[in-house]
């Protein structure tokens, strides 16, 4: 499999933005279940304004999330762009037999979510200089896990239908997967983790123009009970490096939950396939 994911800068550390891009770029191979072998670097760099080494600091970073997650870094490309960006084309491998797959949900799985949500609030709040240092830390921490636990723990509870929450937010992600699986779902609000100080922020209006979209376009699926607008926005939040979501079956996934928090992940089961159906939301 081969995957590619560039993104500008969401932190003022030069290495931490590095090894959240190169662990962002990994994601979509996980979320297949899948190990990554190597990858290629990506940089758009301002010469003019940016030091070498400025970036010498995110290819560290880049080879910190290699070295955890055993790929190699085995060359790449570099251009002159007015505006940096820095992200990796990686190439994985998967077992084909138990390999995840966004449009393999069925009636009556749990929903697993290996991450919080919050990540494109509290981006915004860096931009505006209004973050608070630990909720950056926080996100930081996040963003630099890599889903490999989280993949090995779906495949080994037998889980078919999984992705990875990046752009489109956890509601949107959500709906692709239910049209795909054809499937409806129940989506438990008040169980899905969010980064601390998140909340905060949003009431602040720390609020990225992505996930305002996201939540007009998931909302065509969306039946939302009692839940609020601020609530429903942080469902849609754009995420950089999110977690995986998957459902698994037969009653596992409090043991799939209790595993990945014994490994330091805040994991939730946030909802369930209710019935095969057309893609359809019900958000209590």
Known sequence: MATVDVITP????????GRIAATNAASDVYAM???PL???????WNRDELSLDLLS???AGADAAAAAGGWITAGGHTIDDPEPKFGCAVIGEVDVDRMLRADALGPGDELVLSKPVGIGIVSTAIKRGVAPQDVVEAAITSMTRLNVDAAQAAVTAGATGATDVTGFG????LRRMAEASGVDVVLDAGAVPVLPGVRDLLVAGMV???S????SWAAERVEAEDVDDDTLLLLADAQTSGGLLFGVGDGAAAGVVDGLRA????????GRVARHGEGRIRVT
């Open 38 to 44: 190597f990858a290629l670097n990506i940089v758009g």
């Open 263 to 270: 490994s330091g992940h805040t994991a939730a089961v946030v």
């Open 212 to 215: 305002r979209r996201n939540l």
């Open 10 to 17: 969401l932190v003022d550390d030069a290495r931490s933005w």
């Open 170 to 173: 956890l509601l949107g992600h």
């Open 57 to 59: 600091e995110v290819l």
């Open 208 to 210: 990225p123009g992505g």
């Open 33 to 35: 279940g899948g190990r």
